[in-house]
């Protein structure tokens, strides 16, 4: 196995009274693409600051290969510069490479980092991290805010590059396609398995079986332990002072184990009265803002107990959808006719029901008294805010303190609180962690009401749906019986562009004659421009930096320095090989053109 580019050795960190981490090693060799597992508040992206050299540990040893580049993408990106290529060259990248890794994300390179929106930040932050082409790429959160399309093509980016990546997530079908290792964060250390994330819950449950058996010998030593002191034997005082001791030992361990023992969610839901059977029912909807067409000509029956799927890209107009059949939004046509008896638990991805100023405490009890109405039995607010994870030092807190996460469950809080047929979830699985989700997905799976569900969660779908309703952007709305899979195996080529629909859909006899282009796209033809360049400029710096590697001296005097210029020039020459290959094809694709 080749040696670590980046690694921990017994790292040690405190925040506080609290232990955050135990003895963690963590090492990551070149090319390896592995997932950091763990729950919410275990401390994964204080890991990650570790890793990239923003935090020191009290104790322990990280290790970084001389000159390795180390690219972070926090959960919560800040885009800056002009424009969005100013944004992505800061970071060091050519100004090819930076163009081209927007371009891969969907975005324009002009266009202002003003008034973005949560997808354009995360893509923009991506895509500034692939084009500085890292050796070791730690992404935290990666997929939040990004739609189903937007998460594929950054897998397809994962998979290319060269260098390692280590990646929080809480996307179930994206970790298994891009990793190859796990790191499980748990109870202050990290576990390592050398498999992709499919075998992760078969591994983690048959150690915390194992765990759960320790913990139960443990009580039954203590239970033997003071049975034995109880018979006030007085004999042999040395034997017994030892017992004693012994008796303490297990006792301290026991209490370690219950004070770190991980907090569990006790989610409930509870239906509301019944709804009649119609829960909406839409004919010939359609709804546009100015020339932009969000719905044309949509017809569905959505019914008491089915759970629907709401899927599209970023901007597709999901959340106008849904509000257009709950009647909260008039259609421009066509019409809604909503159930009787509806009950309605709403949670939008944006979180405008949470104001920054107001207290956990607030938000749970409608800003009065100390009693929260859960299901028509009352709690009390500190009580209930311990189910959903909330420490009593919390209710009176900020929501500006929360983080993503905590956000997501405060939500959720509020909104499971009061009984409910109709649940509509918009985004839900941002910031949660997956023992949040698989409870959630439990809930719902038992859940005798009705599910309205917008989300970029593959596996969530999959899981959930009964039926899928998939926008294009330009108005097509189609719906199709259970989950995503189902869905792109009913519906091929439903999201492709008009023009490759066309393509796709058109007779053999009409494919055999395309209008013939007579000359490089501009993208091409750019591209031509600056790999020329590129070919003319890069032999004189590979040659300065051979000059200087002439030195007899300087591995001895200044081995960092060796090192960085070695890396230099193999990147130099790597990147000179991909152009010439690169512009060798264009310039025959020209030529090709020309006749």
Known sequence: MAAPILALKDVRLADG??????????????????????????????????????IEADAGDRFATPGAKV??????????????LEHVEAGGAPHYEAEAALMAFDLDPA?????????????????????????????????????????????????????????VSHDRAFLERVTRRCYW????????????????????????????????RLNKAIEREQHWMARGVTGRRARNEGRR????????????VLKEARGQLSMGLASGDTSGKRVAEAKGLSKAFGERV???????????????????????????????????????????????????????????????????????????????????????VAGYAKEFLFQDKQLRQPVSSLSGGERNRLLLARALAKPANLLVLDEPTNDLDMETLDLLEDLLADFDGT?????????????????TIAMDGRGNVVETPGGWKDFLEQNPGFFDAPET??????????????????????????????????????????????????????????????DRIMKAADKARADLAAAEEEWLHLEEKREALAG
């Open 245 to 256: 001791r012994r008796l303490i030992a297990m006792r301290q361990q026991k209490a370690t």
């Open 451 to 467: 599910l309205i569900l917008v989300s970029h969660d593959r596996d969530f779908i999959d899981r959930l749906a009964s039926s």
């Open 294 to 380: 969000i719905v044309k000509g949509f017809s569905t029956r959505i019914q008491r107990g089915d759970r629907v799927a709401v899927v599209g890209p970023n901007g597709a107009g999901k959340t106008t959808l849904v509000k257009l059949l709950l009647g909260e939004l008039p259609a421009d046509a066509g019409e809604v006719k909503l159930g009787t008896g509806l009950q309605i638990a709403y949670i939008d991805q944006a979180r405008a029901e949470l104001k920054e100023g107001d207290t956990l405490w607030d938000v749970l009890t409608d800003g009065g008294g100390d009693q929260v109405m859960v299901r028509g039995v009352p709690k009390h």
């Open 111 to 167: 266009k202002s980092t003003k008034g973005l929106s949560g997808g354009e930040i995360r893509r923009a932050a991506l895509a500034r991290a692939f084009a500085e082409q890292p050796d070791v790429l730690l992404l935290d959160e990666p997929t939040n805010h990004l739609d189903i399309f937007a998460i594929q093509t950054l897998e397809e980016k994962i998979a290319q590059m060269r260098g390692a990546a280590l990646i």
């Open 17 to 54: 009274a609290t232990m955050l981490f135990d003895g963690v090693d963590l090492a990551i060799e070149p090319g390896v693409k592995a997932s950091l597992v763990g729950r919410n508040g275990a401390g994964k992206s204080t890991l990650m600051r570790i890793l990239t050299g923003q």
């Open 501 to 562: 629909a066309a393509v796709k859909a058109a007779p053999a006899a009409a494919k055999a004659e395309p209008k013939k282009a007579v000359k490089l796209s501009y993208k091409d033809q750019r591209r031509l421009e600056e790999l020329d360049a590129l070919v003319h400029k890069l032999p004189g710096e590979i040659a300065k930096l051979d000059a200087e590697l002439t030195d007899p001296d300087l591995y001895a005097k200044d081995r960092p320095r060796f």
């Open 185 to 216: 964060l748990e109870g202050r250390k990290v576990r390592r398995l050398d498999k992709g994330f499919a075998a992760f819950d078969e591994w983690s449950e048959a150690i915390l079986e194992a765990e759960a058996d320790e913990f139960r």
């Open 71 to 84: 690219v972070f993408v926090h959960q919560e990106p800040l885009i800056e510069g002009a424009t969005l």
